[in-house]
């Protein structure tokens, strides 16, 4: 048996720290016979004409997002306003949002640009852990943010007891931790498994399903293990959101003022549309029925949450929230006024 060499070339257009992340922990797979060493992203190959305003608008796109959640992360770093746990971990989200699609979108550019993409299999996987990993961070953390809203509007008197801003930081870090863990143990599982061809992907990035299609082994142990792991950090954060939000929509009913009714469904109309959003696009890629589905609607449905979840989340806490709005403002004052 050998051992897979880590001398696999990669691609200049390749986040290299995917590749470094797996030689970090140093992987043993001396049981592993694959013969793939590359795998070909068809990527857009089948948009013809249209690849080069395809190409201009995801790379204005990718540019947009980054500066939008790069623009929140400042925003509230800098405004004290703005030092409160739902910002905490509004910037963990913007962090998330910017790992998801720059894992995502420069290979996808690759591909629009020379048609048919190449890249090697453990930067293919690697790839898929990093996005498994933004959405579980996702995921974890809009809980805890739907949880900070439900102890501000249904329990405000013991809101500054609970979110203190060491509780914050370990929830956090608690998420990433756990995000990281749960998708090593999954990489590290289909890194076991024979890869013998074809070394072919029909979509514009390497997702969960495409990677084991390529497998020539039995990969029942593998999906077994996806299922579990989507439990904790999918379908249990997604029960707690839900719980809160029919708490909190309750509560805010209840209220006999008109205006205060207002202004508390205001303080959590964004979190929420966010969390719409996310767990809708999801829903559509990877719960509705995939027979019926042909490759043109994958792909589209992918680009739903790779691409425009993380475009949305930093336009919406802007568009819908006064503290931004007002925080951005100032900054902007004070810039003009340096110069």
């Known amino acids: 048996m050998k051992k897979i060499s880590t001398k696999l070339q990669i691609n200049t257009n ?8 797996l030689d970090y922990f140093e992987v043993e797979l001396k049981n592993n016979t694959s013969t793939i ?20 608008l995801l790379l204005l796109v990718y540019c947009v997002t980054i500066c939008g959640n790069f623009t929140i992360i400042t925003l509230v770093s800098t405004s004290k306003n703005l030092h409160t746990p739902m910002y905490y971990f509004l910037t963990h989200l913007s962090i998330s949002d910017i790992m998801l699609i720059t894992d995502i979108v420069p290979n996808a550019l690759y591909c629009l640009l020379v048609e048919v993409g190449v890249m090697c299999f453990r930067c293919c996987v690697a790839q898929y852990h990093f996005l498994a990993v933004a959405l579980c961070l996702e995921c974890l953390l809009l809980a805890i943010m739907s949880f900070d809203r439900y102890l501000a509007i249904c329990s405000p008197l013991h809101y500054t007891s609970i979110m203190k801003m060491s509780f914050c930081q370990n929830m956090a870090f608690f998420s990433w931790i756990l995000s990281f863990l749960i998708i090593w143990v999954e990489t590290v599982t289909i890194h076991m498994l024979d890869f013998c061809g074809p070394n072919i992907i029909h979509h514009y990035f390497c997702d969960f399903s495409p990677i084991i299609q390529l497998s020539c082994s039995d ?11 989507c439990i904790p950090v999918i379908i249990l954060p997604f029960i707690f959101i839900t ?6 929509i309750s509560s805010i009913l209840r209220i006999q003022s008109h205006t205060r009714r ?4 205001s303080t959590c109309s964004s979190h929420l549309t966010v969390v719409s959003i996310f767990y809708g696009t999801l829903s559509c890629t990877y719960l509705l029925p995939t027979k019926g589905q042909t490759l043109k609607l994958s792909k589209v449905l992918s680009l739903l949450y790779t691409v425009g979840t993380p475009l949305l989340n930093p336009i919406i806490y802007s568009l819908r929230n006064k503290d931004i709005k007002q925080a951005f403002t100032k900054l902007i004052h004070k810039s003009s006024f340096r110069i």
Do not use: H, M, P
Request: aromatic share 20%; hydrophobic share 55%.
């Open 219 to 229: 990969t029942s142990i593998v999906e077994l293990e996806i299922t579990l792991f």
């Open 37 to 56: 060493t590359s795998v070909i992203i068809l990527g857009f190959s089948d948009i013809g004409r249209f690849r080069s305003i395809f190409f201009t």
């Open 14 to 21: 390749n986040i290299g720290v995917f590749f470094a992340f």
């Open 262 to 265: 207002q202004k508390a469904f």
């Open 243 to 248: 719980s809160t939000y029919i708490c909190i």
